[in-house]
């Protein structure tokens, strides 16, 4: 039995500590991983309260990445409630088990501290580790502060582990922006924490000796399309139980979370669409233009990024008087369009007033996004949409030293 | 089919037709896979393979030796029931009950020549043959025994 941890209704905590408490009082068994910055301290404090008796669980220490994530398989294959975290390079050499785990539908928690891919190497936040995880089968939920972290961490076990969905989850927060930054947290008591969160169910769990069961199995071209086809649906079907969540979520503690997180969306003209500690960011700079220059700012932001919430993206832009978006992607893309660019774009082709699209790559490795480059991406839109077409080309470098950076243009005759 | 063994019907996915016939919506969570009908007997090694409740889904019941090239030919008149070849066997694709060999498990069997090579027996009692070689032509080819050479 476990003992009891002491925490206040209110605590100044950073986000990886709250993670850290969300996967304690979830009373998760194992967690296997290998540390790596700025994740490093939700693991250890993991450790901590194993070897301090506040979890009756387990850590196990691995070589590698790709180790701790195929002993989490392991474990959640064996019936285990079964969490880890990792970051960048990390992530990177767990990426082959991450298909692994979805595809042989294992429920498991990875909180993810997003930071920069090598090379250059480089400690700080930016997306390209969430983005390579993008079609790995996983649920991607974003948290953009401490308080988010903790409460997306509580929710992930839940959605995972519901019988309808039995998908591994991420739970994504910037890397020192939102993991290192102190700030104030409301948590959960234990019991109602747990009474949340539930008991795990395991299904085919391996540890259950009266009935056989072989996971991992190998299918050629005779199967394989269609266990892909039912993984993606429940991944997609995943939504329902995602948005029963977290209207449970509120119903307990008051704090409401969507799908798609939209401010100020409802007579906006313009917007930014981002992830990530960069929506507050964006949110402010929002507000100062309509206060500063009564331009009609605001912002959408993706809470789910896989499943993609098309569906709720279609339905902000159908009933807003959006004529021009700027959507944000903190990842370098490698020869194309932003992740987000594309899965907005596609979404906002499905509606009647179409809104003009372009593209920022931004913030790369941890590079500051201020309010004020906010504004200014948020005033290039006001004039795409007062000139009713794109004014610049349609993606652009945004925040790098040198000559202007841009691909892509409309054509004009 | 398994030599020298009392026809094991065939009930693999493929024989049935599975594959023709089941869509994704049915297609087991996570490929994870029952190899038992019932829930298993827990002391299911202390039951004989042909007399265990295999279901469909067990490699068992499944031909996967179809890029087999060349396959090993038993010869009962030679052999002496070492049982080096069930030993050595990667695919326990040699039968042996009661310590007596009884053939080749050639649904399994995927060619390796393990079997061969360690069988101590002069000449041997496991050889190679195309693996579409009829059995009767194969062992009316079987070599005289090597004399040792002074």
């Known amino acids: ?413 | 089919m398994s030599q020298n063994v009392p026809g094991t019907p065939k009930r693999g996915l493929r024989e049935l037709g599975a594959e023709e016939k089941v869509g994704w919506d049915e297609v087991t969570q996570g490929v994870a896979i029952n190899p038992f009908t019932s829930p298993t007997t827990e002391n299911v090694a202390h039951v004989r393979p042909e007399e265990r409740d295999y279901s469909d889904f067990n490699s068992y019941t499944a031909t996967v030796a179809s890029w087999r090239v060349l396959k090993p030919v038993y010869n009962r008149d030679i052999c002496i029931d070492c049982q080096n070849c069930w030993v050595w066997c990667p695919d326990t694709s040699i039968i042996s009950r009661d310590k007596q060999m009884l053939g080749i498990d050639y649904d399994h069997c995927k060619g390796c020549g393990v079997c061969v090579e360690v069988c101590p027996t002069n000449p041997k009692s496991l050889l190679m043959f195309d693996t579409n070689e009829e059995l009767d032509v194969a062992l009316s080819q079987w070599p005289e025994k090597k004399k040792k050479e002074k």
């Open chain 1, 1 to 413: 039995m476990a003992q009891k941890f002491e925490i206040n209704d209110v605590e100044v905590w950073d986000g990886n500590y709250a993670v850290s408490q969300a996967l304690r009082q979830a009373q998760v068994d194992v967690v296997a991983a290998y540390p790596i910055t700025p994740s490093t301290p939700i693991v250890e404090s993991y450790g901590s309260y194993v070897a301090n008796g506040y979890i009756d669980g387990e850590f196990v220490m691995v070589e590698s990445e790709h180790a701790a994530m195929s002993a989490c398989t392991g474990a959640a294959a064996s019936g285990g409630r079964v969490a880890t975290a990792t970051s960048s390079q990390g992530f990177a050499l767990m990426v082959e088990v991450l298909y692994q785990a979805s595809g042989m539908r294992l429920p498991m928690v990875l909180t993810v501290v997003n930071r920069a891919l090598a090379s250059p190497l480089n400690v700080r936040g930016d997306h390209s580790d969430m983005y390579l995880g993008r079609d790995s089968g996983w649920i991607q939920l974003d948290a953009f502060d401490a308080q988010e972290a903790y409460d997306l961490a509580l929710c992930a076990f839940p959605i995972g582990e519901h019988l309808d969905v039995r998908l591994p989850v991420m739970v994504h927060q910037d890397g020192f922006t939102t993991s290192h930054k102190a700030q104030k947290v409301l948590p959960l008591q234990d019991e109602e924490a747990y009474k949340f969160v539930g008991d795990y169910v395991p299904v085919d769990e391996m540890l259950d000796f009266t009935r056989a069961v072989t996971h991992g199995a190998q299918t050629e071209e005779d199967w394989h399309f269609e266990h892909k086809a039912k993984q993606h649906k429940a991944l997609m079907d995943s939504r329902k139980v995602i948005d029963e969540t977290f209207a449970r979520f509120k119903a307990l503690t008051g704090r409401e979370y969507k799908r798609v997180e939209t401010y100020m969306i409802e007579d906006a003209e313009v917007a930014i669409v981002a992830l990530g500690s960069s929506v507050e960011t964006s949110i402010l700079a929002a507000q100062q233009l309509r206060e500063e220059e009564g331009i009609k700012a605001g912002v959408i932001a993706p809470r789910v990024f896989r499943p993609f919430p098309y569906d709720l993206i279609r339905d902000t832009i159908d009933t807003s008087p959006l004529k021009a978006i700027a959507v944000l992607d903190k990842s370098s893309p490698g020869g194309a369009m932003g992740a987000l660019f594309n899965e907005i774009s596609a979404a906002a082709y499905t509606t009647s007033n179409r809104p003009l699209i372009t593209n920022f790559i931004y913030g790369l490795g941890g590079r500051d996004y201020s309010v004020e480059e906010a504004k200014r991406i948020l005033k290039e839109q006001k004039a795409h949409a007062d000139a009713g077409h794109i004014t610049t080309p349609i993606q652009q470098f945004s925040g790098v030293r040198g000559p202007k950076l841009g691909f892509f243009e409309t054509k004009r005759s």
